[in-house]
């Protein structure tokens, strides 16, 4: 490992050396989706950030297993323990049963996955199999005195660390008011900001899955699923543990009480947040507004991966506005990108010096803090170098392991697709020249003469406002 990696520790507050507890070995948590609606591609950016991280990891020798819950009982509408379950929202909304729409929408997230070639975590686990878990781990809450049961829910008492705002370096009262938006006092806490580990009574008692607990019949705060399931194949020692910035508080906060408290020693060690993904209104939502989801940009003809671009162009502790404009210009430089590398002349020599250098200009891009951006001007300024095609084309194969753009594929892939390949497309191209200067001498016979050759080989030429583009006919 010539280049160590160094990250930003939400925890320290400082872009730290990256040390993991056993030697080349990385234990990485994601907190994963709630299954009640289709991601936002705001998610999405979470999750290509978060698999950029995990690819970064593996590209520079460490051997990673990383883990991901799945939401899909707990989460309320508000992170701070009120409001109805996201799940009954969701399944009310659509007249299903909450495990169909967990299903259903699982699948979707996977399949948005796919598009974007974010790979799939090595355990994913939904927290309805864990159930026994969070029994298990609340009960040793409660025999050390860290939960304590009132009004037939199950709390856990802040008071008890020594400090429980560790990773959010603010105000209680700050805090407070930035996530409530339906505050509803609960008088069975202890303190302001105890939360619940164990619901058996709501307001919305209408809830769907429950389970039989010690403590009576009912269903896991959403902040125990992750302790324990990353508790459950991680260990008590965790590297890396990943999330949107709007997990900072409460849920992280809360994750680190829980497992503190019942480990009794130190949890995580370093803490990764995504800045948000915005739309011009701010907020992204998934109920007001226009809701951004991948299948949306894919029906208005963009390309998952030029998304996939537009995420890694932007630092990850940066907040990013959306914007069709900005997706546009990405998908023209999509395009000329692709087609440079898928149409390199693969044969001849690879010089091995030249991919070593170029590698760990790669490299020690991505390990200054994850600097996408400048890992993405590493790859054109390799490409504008001189050396032979075939080195190039190596080097765009090994960095597409981590940007993962489908950098040596998506060119033939659209050949395929498309039914032309790069000799037909220069050959239109120029016609297409041609045409423009016979319009230009007003030889408009032989303009059309054009267009109709191209027709016959099945091309149709489109006269638009940015210029003439073609398609299959
Ligand atoms: P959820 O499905 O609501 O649990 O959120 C899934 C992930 O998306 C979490 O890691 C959130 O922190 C993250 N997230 C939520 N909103 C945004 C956003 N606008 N931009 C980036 N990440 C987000
Ligand atoms: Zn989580």
């Known amino acids: 490992m010539e280049n160590k990696l160094h990250i930003y520790n939400t925890l320290?507050?400082?872009?730290?050396?990256?040390?993991?507890?056993?030697?080349?070995?990385?234990?990485?948590?994601?907190?994963?989706?709630?299954?009640?609606?289709?991601?936002?591609?705001?998610?999405?950016?979470?999750?290509?950030?978060?698999?950029?991280?995990?690819?970064?990891?593996?590209?520079?020798?460490?051997?990673?297993?990383?883990?991901?819950?799945?939401?899909?009982?707990?989460?309320?509408?508000?992170?701070?323990?009120?409001?109805?379950?996201?799940?009954?929202?969701?399944?009310?909304?659509?007249?299903?049963?909450?495990?169909?729409?967990?299903?259903?929408?699982?699948?979707?997230?996977?399949?948005?996955?796919?598009?974007?070639?974010?790979?799939?975590?090595?355990?994913?686990?939904?927290?309805?199999?864990?159930?026994?878990?969070?029994?298990?781990?609340i009960q040793g809450l409660m025999e050390k005195g860290y939960a304590y049961e009132c009004g037939g829910n199950v709390y856990f008492d802040t008071s008890r660390l020594k400090d429980y705002y560790v990773l959010s370096n603010h105000s209680q009262e700050e805090l407070l008011v930035g996530v409530r938006d339906d505050v509803d006092e609960d008088v069975n806490k202890r303190n302001k900001s105890d939360f619940v580990l164990w619901f058996t009574k709501s307001k919305f008692d209408s809830q769907e899955l429950k389970w039989d607990s010690p403590w009576g019949t009912g269903y896991p705060g959403w902040h125990i699923e992750c302790s324990c399931i990353s508790m459950k194949h991680l260990g008590e020692y965790m590297d890396i543990h990943c999330g949107g910035v709007d997990n900072i508080f409460p849920?992280?906060?809360?994750?680190?009480?829980?497992?503190?408290?019942?480990?009794?020693?130190?949890?995580?060690?370093?803490?990764?947040?995504?800045?948000?993904?915005?739309?011009?209104?701010?907020?992204?939502?998934?109920?007001?507004?226009?809701?951004?989801?991948?299948?949306?940009?894919?029906?208005?003809?963009?390309?998952?991966?030029?998304?996939?671009?537009?995420?890694?162009?932007?630092?990850?502790?940066?907040?990013?506005?959306?914007?069709?404009?900005?997706?546009?210009?990405?998908?023209?430089?999509?395009?000329?990108?692709?087609?440079?590398?898928?149409?390199?002349?693969?044969?001849?020599?690879?010089?091995?010096?030249?991919?070593?250098?170029?590698?760990?200009?790669?490299?020690?891009?991505?390990?200054?803090?994850?600097?996408?951006?400048?890992?993405?001007?590493?790859?054109?300024?390799?490409?504008?170098?001189?050396?032979?095609?075939?080195?190039?084309?190596?080097?765009?194969?090994?960095?597409?392991?981590?940007?993962?753009?489908g950098l040596t594929t998506a060119y033939a892939e659209r050949e395929a697709d498309s039914g032309v390949d790069a000799a037909l497309e220069a050959y239109i191209l120029q016609k297409i020249e041609e045409r423009k200067e016979a319009k230009k001498e007003k030889d408009f016979a032989k303009a059309d003469a054009i267009r109709g050759e191209l027709l016959e080989k099945g091309i149709l030429l489109e006269d638009t406002r940015e210029g003439v583009k073609w398609k299959k006919a």
Not at 39 to 48: E, F, P, T
Not at 65 to 87: F, Q, Y
Not at 345 to 364: C, M, N, P, Y
């Open 251 to 405: 849920h992280h906060t809360n994750e680190i009480a829980q497992s503190e408290g019942y480990l009794g020693h130190k949890w995580c060690n370093y803490w990764f947040h995504v800045h948000h993904l915005n739309d011009r209104s701010g907020k992204m939502s998934k109920s007001k507004g226009e809701f951004l989801t991948l299948s949306l940009l894919k029906s208005k003809g963009y390309d998952p991966r030029v998304y996939r671009l537009f995420c890694l162009q932007s630092h990850y502790r940066k907040p990013l506005e959306f914007s069709y404009e900005v997706l546009d210009n990405m998908g023209a430089a999509y395009d000329k990108l692709i087609k440079r590398i898928g149409t390199l002349h693969r044969e001849g020599q690879v010089d091995s010096l030249k991919v070593e250098t170029w590698r760990q200009k790669f490299e020690a891009a991505l390990c200054d803090d994850l600097n996408s951006s400048m890992a993405i001007t590493v790859l054109y300024d390799m490409l504008k170098e001189d050396m032979s095609d075939a080195t190039k084309y190596v080097l765009a194969e090994s960095f597409d392991q981590v940007l993962s753009l």
């Open 12 to 137: 320290t507050r400082k872009v730290e050396q990256f040390i993991p507890n056993q030697e080349g070995k990385v234990a990485m948590y994601t907190c994963g989706p709630t299954v009640y609606h289709f991601a936002h591609i705001g998610n999405l950016r979470s999750y290509i950030m978060e698999d950029l991280l995990e690819k970064t990891l593996r590209y520079i020798g460490y051997d990673v297993k990383r883990v991901m819950n799945i939401t899909d009982v707990g989460h309320l509408s508000s992170d701070a323990d009120t409001g109805e379950d996201k799940m009954l929202k969701g399944a009310k909304r659509e007249h299903k049963s909450v495990m169909e729409i967990a299903k259903f929408y699982t699948d979707a997230f996977f399949g948005d996955c796919k598009e974007l070639n974010i790979k799939t975590p090595d355990v994913v686990e939904p927290a309805t199999n864990c159930i026994q878990d969070f029994i298990h781990v």
